[in-house]
């Protein structure tokens, strides 16, 4: 079974790492997410859970706002070609969570480390980073340090990369 929202918030506490969270009606979109969230400051994410031919799965986290070319993305990330994106099935099965929700959060449910993590420069520039906590219904804030230590702690080597 998937972590829950508690799960994530008494792992994140046994880390020390302290959050803070705003419920909102769910959000499925940046578009959705601009408009109903409210006033919440720091850099707000886009999640991509990419796969490539040999089914290696990538959770690439950007800014809400970023461009990124899918096309050429596989040169950048490390994959073993061009990319799609990774399928609900697999997306509840190895992130815990349903398109929507897609967040770097969900690395908790990935306890095999399948997923590779590919955290975006610019948004890593953030000193808070906003995602979802597991859950569309709310946006949780954390610091850019802490989401590091988060990632870390899920047994994941984040890769800092640019790809927007």
Do not use: C, W
Request: glycine share 8%.
């Amino acid at each position: 079974m998937p972590k829950t929202e508690a799960e994530l918030n008494e792992f994140l506490a046994d880390l020390g790492i302290s959050v803070s969270t705003v419920r909102h009606p769910p959000l499925f979109t940046v578009a959705d997410s601009q408009g109903l969230r409210g006033e919440i400051p720091g850099g707000h994410t886009k999640n991509l859970f990419l796969k490539d031919k040999k089914d290696n799965y990538f959770l690439v986290t950007v800014g809400e706002d970023a461009v990124v070319d899918l096309k050429q993305i596989h040169h950048l990330i490390g994959a073993a070609s061009r990319v799609s994106f990774g399928k609900p099935e697999m997306l509840m099965e190895l992130l815990g969570v349903i398109p929507g929700a897609v967040t770097v959060f969900g690395l908790i449910n990935d306890t095999e480390g399948k997923v590779k993590v590919v955290l975006d420069q610019a948004l890593m520039s953030h000193d808070v980073i906003n995602g979802h906590p597991l859950t569309n219904e709310a946006t949780t804030s954390i610091a850019a340090a802490d989401l590091i230590r988060f990632v870390e702690a899920t047994g994941h080597d984040p890769v800092i990369l640019k790809v927007s």
